[in-house]
């Protein structure tokens, strides 16, 4: 029924900084935790970050931490992701989610299979980092 939608810049050189930003078709998306995961070639889906309800609360995965900036703007149903120091590694789809059951910290301790089960994804948007 309700969508999220991810855009942002497709193609970047390394060293860059890139904002994500995932819109909601509703305005329930304020009220539940946002997400970040992504998919690398080869790999298996990988939480990024989340955030809480009215943005009180935010969780990084340890790898990516320091380069992560998750936010949110409810008034405009819209969650950004900033990341800085981008690397080839960082190449994958980037998914938004969202559920009303988890804590940003329970988001990010889901296996890839636990994280299917979220109420809510987007359809993911492909960065690619160049060096």
């Known amino acids: 029924q309700v969508q999220l939608v991810e855009s942002g810049r497709g193609l970047v050189q390394a060293g860059d900084s890139l904002t994500l930003s995932c819109v909601a078709s509703?305005?329930?998306?304020?009220?539940?935790?946002m997400g970040w995961f992504r998919q690398a070639p080869g790999k298996e889906r990988e939480f990024v970050a989340a955030i809480a309800a009215n943005g009180d609360n935010v969780y990084y995965a340890d790898s990516l931490n320091g380069r992560l900036t998750i936010s949110r703007d409810n008034a405009l149903n819209t969650m950004y992701l900033k990341m800085n120091s981008l690397k080839p590694e960082d190449t994958a789809v980037y998914y938004c989610?969202?559920?009303?059951?988890?804590?940003?910290?329970?988001?990010?301790?889901?296996?890839?299979?636990?994280?299917?089960?979220?109420?809510?994804w987007g359809k993911g948007t492909l960065v690619t980092v160049i060096s």
């Open positions: 509703s305005s329930t998306f304020t009220t539940i935790t």
């Open positions: 989610a969202a559920d009303a059951v988890v804590s940003p910290q329970a988001m990010g301790a889901m296996t890839p299979q636990e994280s299917n089960g979220l109420k809510y």
